[in-house]
């Protein structure tokens, strides 16, 4: 026997490149999924492996067996006519022996290929891109601007999993899909205001995703609103408008406002302070400017424990860019995520497709409202966020 294995991005890729090579007389013993390539774990390519098999022994080999004849001294002394009879015969009940053999032999070849054909029809007909509902749904991703990979990953979950029977229901593999949305996710819950000492809670992202408005609706919420002794700190030398602004928010809130220029000076103000919640505005920065993140984790680190910090994305952020972001601001140890502008998009996929159970999701904001624009995550309003229905009444 001959065995190879193949890997391609799809199963009808990697039995054609057998096909190819084997011919069609191969036969595949297994498939799996597989990833390969990436850097640091990330962007690895989903491929299907799969391992065939074929006889090293073709027809023609078995056509050459040698029929085995009596020998000269096997032979008893018989008459002419009567040994001429039995010599015929016994070649002929060789040959037949043989001819059986063979057919035997490839009766049963003939089925296991059958066998293994029906087996890849039945899974490609289940999950492949010939099941018109799945199709649909995948479509439905991509108009929600999920990426590729999150669209690929999912693909290969449904085709672990879902049986041909549930593979024709478009409803369940709707339900289906909304469910794996959801366990791929996870909330934090409110924000807990501290007991002995505050609670510190630190805004860090990128520039123009909104920080300096939510940390007053924040501070609104539980200053005004829930009436939890609040303080207000900011660490943004470089915009002095986002200072006044924050500043103006404080002084019609009736709240102690700070502004932290260094390291030592975010320690003493967190030590000495009596409120019950601190919450700290922070300089956008790029995520491409290591220094400006290193400076910043400095100052951060100057009070060692307590800091709950938040990164603050924006909803309209494209995929890549969000996974960048998400990737270099982990130097500042945030384990929460705000979501912000979700009233400025139409799709939440690219978020969506990065998010996971080891960043939590905190808060929504979807106006510039202080503080009624702000509510707590939950999961199943992003669910409402999307559009299932897609072409043809794909839900119907």
Known sequence: MIYRTYRAPTYKEAVLNAKMELGNDMYILGRKSVKEGGVFGLFRRNLTEIT???????????SKKQIIKPGPSDRIVKPQNETKKESESVELNLAQAHEMEGTENKRIMDELIDLKRRISAIMEGTTGDDNVHLTRLLGVLRENDFSNEYIESLKMKFEEEISVKEAKDPGFLTERLKRYILDSIETSGPISPGNERPSVVVLVGPTGVGKTTTTAKLAASYGVLQKHKVELFTIDS????AVEQLGKYAELMQIPFTVINSREEFKNAVSSSKAELIFVDTAGRSQKNSMGLAELRTILDGVKTGLDIHLVLAATTKWKDA??????????MYSKIIITKLDETNSIGSLLSILNKEKKLSYFTMGQGVPDDLELAQKE??????????????CS
Not at 52 to 62: C, G, L
Not at 381 to 394: A, H, M, R, T, V
């Open 381 to 394: 309003k992003l669910l409402e966020l999307l559009s299932f229905d897609g072409p043809d009444d794909l």
């Open 238 to 241: 470089y915009r002095i408008a």
């Open 52 to 62: 065939v098999a074929k006889h090293e022994d073709s027809p023609v080999n078995r």
């Open 323 to 332: 996974l960048d972001i998400m990737t270099r601001f982990n130097q500042l």
